[in-house]
């Protein structure tokens, strides 16, 4: 009966872990972008160091400099012991280069390109079911826009703040088509005092855990599946290059 209580109460643990979100909070306020990554009650990114005392710092920098004085001097005393005639005698060494040479050099090129365009749809067809899981399991809370629109002169802020409204509320309706979001406030105004326009934005994105692993493997079984696909695209151009070589 012990057993059975613990296997439930870790099923119940790793089931509350997989439903958790990882919220990536981003932030573009008064010029300055802020990007932070959160899981539960944690900051998974940036990770936060210790600052370095200011006798380390000024250690550190020390030698440094110390480390680029000898640099200098070492690169000075190269340079001048190497003899002047280099310059003149690499002009001589450059022969113009074979045509056919040329011609063979633009085909590899334009074979090489060919065989990713194939490896790359090669790649989407293995992670469009994943992407797919991907638009659904992705939701957009809190989204902040306080937009104040400036300009030269007045008719010049009319017409800023008319294009921009434009664009923020279609681009709200064209999301909305691919993912869940929630507004919080979409603030629009007009300056005709000032020249320069401010935009401060703000949003989280949230991912279930257990739907990002899912979309992990979704995206790996469907690549190792179309691997044979994937790795015949290059070796049908080594063998194109032989066949041309022979």
Known sequence: MTAFIIIIGIAIIIFFLLKSDIKAELQFIGGEFD?????????????????????????????????????????????????????ETSSDDMT???????????????????????QAEVIWKSVKNALIRLFGGVHINNLMIDFRIGGEDACESALNYGKTSAVVYNAISVVRVWFPITVKTVDISCDFDSKESVYDVSLSVNLGLGTAIAILFTALFGFLKNKGEFDSAGKDSSASDSNKAA
Do not use: C, H
């Open 96 to 118: 113009e280069e074979n045509p056919e040479r040329k011609r063979k050099k633009s085909g590899d090129v334009i074979n090489n390109v060919k065989v990713k365009i194939k």
């Open 35 to 87: 990007f932070k990554v959160k899981y539960l009650f944690f900051t998974v990114f940036p990770i936060k160091k210790k600052e370095k005392s200011k006798s380390e710092r000024k250690k550190k920098s020390k030698s440094k400099k110390e480390s680029f004085d000898e640099e200098d001097a070492d690169i000075k005393s190269n340079s001048e012991s190497e003899p002047k005639s280099t310059a």
